[in-house]
């Protein structure tokens, strides 16, 4: 008969050379089998009969042509070729336990949290915000929703921490406040060369870019003008675009003018490709805040979480 010699080589040339090519489950029976070096006691260790034990090492030392086993008596004797993938099964199976335990391990060590937020909030300023915190924080994972129905998400634990601008009030939810939104009225330069607009009553009449039809995206800068200085929007003047980033673009490209929350045009602000017309007038403002489930509350993640998004800078939100 041919002997054969299995060695435990380092690097993946051992594992792709040798176990790749072997059948795991035929390897298995015969480590276990070389640690109890007894048929009746590995059958149980296996989960498996006798039989199916002596099976799995036969065919394992055919697909080797090589002898890794005899019989001395009522007891199982390893050959020289058996003692020395012995060796290397005990190596190889004791990393995979290894590893197998590291995973295990990571998965209860990592907390996944799922967190919603207002979608162009959630676009333009959270997400540019969270590198920070994912970096320091690997025992967390956070998976993101963007939405502006936040609400029945949390209820039904779908997601875990939203941060929106409604206010909620429900039954064993807890609310931290973080910023009041602010709006701003803005045009383009381009938009704006050879028109006269110093007083909100001059939009009247001049193109307008809301969320709706009906304008009502623009009622609460109404509220904050005084009645003789309201313009009157009417509807052939109204650009309907149903996402606040079209809207920005539509205005970036002087399509008309717009209210936007001033958070989500610092940059365009900053750079002049945006004007704000009206800085003197306190538009009115949303109320943003972070909801969680108070039974969620105590939580390292929760915790951890909530405290970094309190700690965002407020100039982020004009």
């Known amino acids: 008969m041919n002997s054969i010699h299995i060695r435990l080589a380092p690097g993946p040339v051992f594992w792709y ?6 059948d795991l489950y035929q390897l298995k029976a015969f480590f276990v089998l070389s640690q109890t070096l007894s ?13 199916a034990v002596s099976h799995a090492v036969k065919k394992l030392e055919d697909g080797l042509s090589v002898r890794l086993t005899a019989r001395q008596g009522r007891q199982v004797i390893l050959s020289e070729e058996g003692k020395e993938l012995a060796a290397s099964c005990r190596t190889v199976f004791g990393e995979m336990e290894r590893i197998e335990t590291s995973l295990a391990s990571h998965r209860r060590r990592v907390q996944s949290i799922r967190l919603g937020a207002t979608v162009e909030f959630g676009t333009s300023v959270l997400i540019r915000n969270m590198k920070s915190f994912l970096t320091h924080h690997r025992d967390i994972h956070i998976d993101f929703k963007f939405s502006n129905n936040l609400l029945p998400f949390l209820l039904v634990d779908e997601l875990d921490v939203i941060v929106d601008c409604k206010k909620h009030v429900y039954p064993g939810l807890e609310r931290i406040d973080l910023f009041r939104e602010q709006y701003a009225v803005v045009a383009a330069p381009a ?4 028109k006269s607009i110093s007083a909100p009553k001059h939009l009247e009449g001049r193109t307008i870019i809301s969320l709706d039809k009906a304008a009502s995206w623009w009622s609460r800068f109404l509220r904050a003008v005084p009645r003789y200085d309201r313009p009157d929007f009417k509807p052939e003047s109204i650009i309907e675009i149903n996402h606040v980033r ?15 929350p001033k958070y ?18 306190n538009i009115k403002e949303d109320q943003f805040s972070i909801y969680q489930k108070k ?3 105590s939580q390292d993640g929760h915790r951890k979480l909530v405290g970094y998004l309190k700690g965002i800078r407020p100039e982020e939100f004009g």
Do not use: C, D, W
């Open 17 to 22: 050379g040798i176990f790749m090519s072997l």
């Open 39 to 51: 048929y009746t006691k590995a059958a149980p260790r296996l989960h498996i009969s006798q039989s």
């Open 191 to 194: 938009f704006l060369k050879g």
């Open 246 to 260: 079209g809207i920005i673009i539509a205005a970036v490209e002087a399509i008309g003018m717009a209210l936007l």
């Open 264 to 281: 989500s045009i610092v940059r365009e602000l900053r750079r002049r490709t945006l004007v704000n017309l009206f800085p003197e007038i």
């Open 295 to 297: 039974k969620k509350s």
